[in-house]
């Protein structure tokens, strides 16, 4: 990738369940997000543009960043290699597990920026699917929000996280049609929104009752669903009711399942 694109700055890192700890099955894909720094797309405040930030537009864009992504796997891998709509999968073997690259450009968010700083932004990614349109997400600070839960609760968020992931599974197993509404990251980041005080009190029982309290808690406060954040601590868990309706369909199907006593 770098002998092609020695002109520009590029930047990998692994995201998703393997960089957050939080995988359950022990085929899941590794994610590596491979980002276009060099060329960037920006959000400036209303009547501000990139020239005020001292900005030139760049020839190179997402299109074709992806498409020179994709020829420098099939260069290393050649057949494992599948063009997806947002991702090219490098299908794994024996001795690797299959891996999605995600081939995205930075985003940088300066809508807080009153000062002209070009280092004042919220950074993110930004994704171009093959069809359909672009999508902005927030690794970065999933991965860091994350670490700090997890620390804060004394290791109990990403075993409970890891918990309600194998729950998912079963219930998809069981035919459950609310278990395939809920994505695992979505999982993980209702209980990201969790008080960390409920895992701290409960750190003196079996996993099993913390889990049993928690569930108990999400159920009680489901109007909290509407407040709550991704880990990322930027994007809204459910920015529709369609979500809001598929965490209530699934969190009263799991309190169904699981059947604590």
């Known amino acids: 990738m770098r002998s092609i694109s020695s002109d520009r700055e590029v930047k990998l890192f692994v995201q998703g369940s393997y960089a957050n700890n939080t995988n359950v099955r022990l085929n899941s894909d590794a994610d ?32 074709q960043f992806k498409n020179d992504v994709q020829q420098a796997l099939i260069k290393r891998f050649g057949r494992d290699v599948e063009r ?15 891996a999605d690259t995600v081939p995205c450009m930075r985003y940088r968010d300066y809508s807080d920026d009153y000062s002209l700083n070009p280092n004042n932004y919220v950074s993110a990614i930004f994704i171009q699917p093959d069809e359909g349109e672009g999508i902005i997400n927030y690794p970065e600070q999933h991965i860091i929000n994350g670490r700090t839960k997890n620390a804060e609760t004394h290791l109990y968020f990403k075993k409970m996280v890891r918990i309600i992931k194998r729950m998912r599974y079963l219930m998809q197993d069981y035919q459950y049609a609310s278990a395939s509404g809920i994505s695992s990251f979505g999982l993980e980041s209702l209980l990201w929104n969790i008080p960390n005080s409920l895992y701290l009190e409960n750190s003196q029982y079996r996993l099993v009752y913390m889990f049993h309290c928690i569930l108990s808690y ?23 009711q369609a979500d809001f309706g598929n965490y209530l369909s699934f969190l009263g199907d799991l309190s169904i399942f699981y059947e604590y006593e």
């Open 84 to 98: 997806k709509n947002k991702s090219i999968k490098v299908h794994g073997n024996s001795y690797r597990v299959d």
């Open 32 to 63: 590596i997000a491979v980002v276009l720094e060099s060329t960037f797309r920006p959000k400036y405040r209303p009547g501000l543009l990139g020239k005020n930030y001292g900005f030139s537009d760049s020839a190179d864009n997402i299109q």
């Open 218 to 240: 999400l159920n009680v406060n489901k109007e909290l669903l509407l407040l709550y954040k991704e880990a990322n601590g930027i994007k809204p868990l459910c920015p529709t």
